[in-house]
T-cell receptor, first 110, second 114 residues
Framework: DAKTTQPPSMDCAEGRAANLPCNHS???????VYWYRQIHSQGPQYIIH???NNETNEMASLIITEDRKSSTLILPHATLRDTAVYYC???????????FGPGTSLSVIP | EAQVTQNPRYLITVTGKKLTVTCSQN?????MSWYRQDPGLGLRQIYY???????DKGDVPEGYKVSRKEKRNFPLILESPSPNQTSLYFC?????????????FGSGTRLTVV
């Protein structure tokens, strides 16, 4: 079973920030938080990951709470191409099985 | 370009006719894995490999075989396909050392067994 819980769906207006929450209340000290997205039936795409500090890359920002029990993925200026299913995953090592839950289906609306 | 390449993208076959789905990566990754994705069931791991000649079962290995004779290739073999193996299949790879490496996924293979 997935170790994370996410809302099943969200809407966001084009050009606005999309904030996708994830709860991982049972995360252990060595587990990283990863975010992936899957556009239609394409292969999942890695977005970002973090351990305890906030992270930012060219795609998104990741905010992890101080107790590490939840996190938020931020797409700063959502576009129609960001419409996808977003998966939040926790795992400890690179070879841990990646367990994908249902994810959050984000719809960016014009 | 760093990528995972799967072939074919689409395949329709008949029950019992052996088939192979190929997967190749050009990133020198040690770890490779196969997933299947079905509506309502999400992504489920079939087999994985942590290096050449090292493979292990995932959650749903029945009806599948794999081999890892070379680091870059990880083919998925269906010896006698059945309709319940109709699915969308993804191959993924990752560096092994260090938790901070994400997976790179292929574009998928949509298999229909009739």
């Amino acid at each position: 079973d997935a170790k994370t819980t996410q809302p099943p769906s969200m809407d966001c207006a084009e050009g606005r920030a999309a904030n996708l929450p994830c709860n991982h209340s049972t995360i252990s000290g060595n587990e990283y938080v990863y975010w992936y997205r899957q556009i239609h039936s394409q292969g999942p795409q890695y977005i970002i990951h973090g351990l305890k500090n906030n992270e930012t890359n060219e795609m998104a920002s990741l905010i992890i709470t101080e107790d590490r029990k939840s996190s938020t993925l931020i797409l700063p200026h959502a576009t129609l191409r960001d419409t996808a299913v977003y998966y939040c995953i926790v795992k400890e090592t690179s070879y841990d099985k990646v367990i994908f839950g249902p994810g959050t289906s984000l719809s960016v609306i014009p | 370009e760093a990528q995972v390449t799967q072939n074919p993208r689409y395949l329709i076959t008949v029950t019992g006719k052996k088939l192979t789905v190929t997967c190749s990566q050009n990133m020198n990754h040690e770890y490779m894995s196969w997933y299947r994705q079905d509506p309502g069931l999400g992504l489920r791991q079939i087999y994985y490999s942590m290096n050449v000649e090292v493979t292990d079962k995932g959650d749903v290995p029945e009806g599948y075989k794999v081999s890892r004779k070379e680091k870059r290739n990880f083919p998925l073999i269906l010896e006698s396909p059945s309709p319940n193996q109709t699915s969308l299949y993804f191959c993924a790879s990752s560096q092994l050392v260090g938790a901070y490496y994400g997976y790179t996924f292929g574009s998928g293979t949509r298999l229909t067994v009739v």
